[in-house]
């Protein structure tokens, strides 16, 4: 009997490893394999819309500290070059403007050009903070752009108030998602009303038809609200409404919060 017993210890233990790679590793292979599939159809995409809603709330920050949003292009007193709303509400900054000198507490400076050798250091250390993961231009071009109209968010050198939204914040969009932007993060450019609904950008490629913005095929691009919200906006949109959601004030906006077809 304890022969028998040694035996099939023997036995087990010869065949436990074995039925161990036949059962244990294939649902372990089958899961990493789920996941690298899962990472990949999200495409960067989740990491994209935090980007969104981190920018959301720091110009939100900015809008209670300074009762306003950034201007498109800042400019004031020693400010010798203009800098972009993306300097302005670059992580670490408080909000804070220029001192005597011309530097921002986040070290860009705006007694240089946005390209100038110092900024572009900063750009290097700052990497990738304006970039999506799934946009394959450079780490230092810009995936998110403002609309820049008379009576859109970020109307040429005016600094809007949330209040003048008269309500319909859920319904005015303040950035909007791309790829292949072709603007680097620091250059004080963004893209004109006209751009956006003609549907085509600075380089004549299309703007939003789910391939140039967004790069997700058969997905749409993400854009933020002033509410806060990130919406996916339609490529087929009718550019009446695409307008309306850009401006402030348009007759045509709707009276719910958008959501896309």
């Known amino acids: ?51 969104l809603r981190n920018y959301g709330d720091s110009l939100r920050g900015y809008h209670d500290f300074y009762n306003a949003l950034p201007m498109q292009v800042n400019l004031g007193e020693g400010v010798r070059h203009p800098y972009s709303w993306r300097v302005a509400i670059l992580p670490g900054g408080n909000y804070a403007l220029p001192d005597a000198a011309g530097v921002l507490p986040g070290g860009y400076r705006t007694d240089q050009p946005w390209d100038g050798p110092d ?11 304006y970039h ?19 009576n859109t968010s970020f109307p040429p050198r005016v600094a809007v108030k949330f209040d003048g939204f008269d309500g319909k914040l ?23 009303i006209e751009e956006a609904i003609k549907g ?7 703007f939003l038809d789910g391939r140039h913005v967004s790069l997700f095929s058969s997905r749409n691009p993400q854009a933020l609200f ?36």
């Not at 999506?132 to 008379?150: F, K, L």
């Not at 950035?175 to 680097?184: F, R």
């Not at 906006?233 to 906006?253: A, F, G, Q, T, V």
Request: charged letters at 25%; glycine letters at 6%; a positive charge.
């Open 1 to 51: 009997s304890g022969f028998r017993d040694r035996s099939y210890c023997r036995i087990v233990k010869r065949v436990y490893p074995v039925i161990y790679l036949l059962t244990v590793c294939p649902l372990l292979l089958f899961f990493m394999a789920y996941v690298i599939m899962d990472l990949k159809k999200d495409g960067g995409r989740t990491t994209c819309r935090e980007n």
């Open 119 to 129: 900024n572009l250091k900063l750009a290097d250390k700052v990497g990738g903070y």
């Open 132 to 150: 999506c993961p799934a946009d394959p231009s450079s780490i230092h071009d810009t995936s998110y752009i403002a609309v820049v109209g008379q």
């Open 170 to 192: 859920s319904n005015s969009i303040l950035i909007v998602e791309t790829h292949n932007s072709g603007i680097h993060w620091m250059e004080p450019r963004d893209w004109s």
């Open 200 to 206: 085509v950008n600075s380089h004549g490629k299309r």
């Open 226 to 261: 002033a509410d806060g919200s990130i919406r996916e906006i339609n490529p087929n949109i009718d550019p009446k409404i695409l307008r309306s959601l850009l401006e402030i004030n348009n007759p045509d906006k709707p009276k719910e919060p958008f959501i896309s077809p």
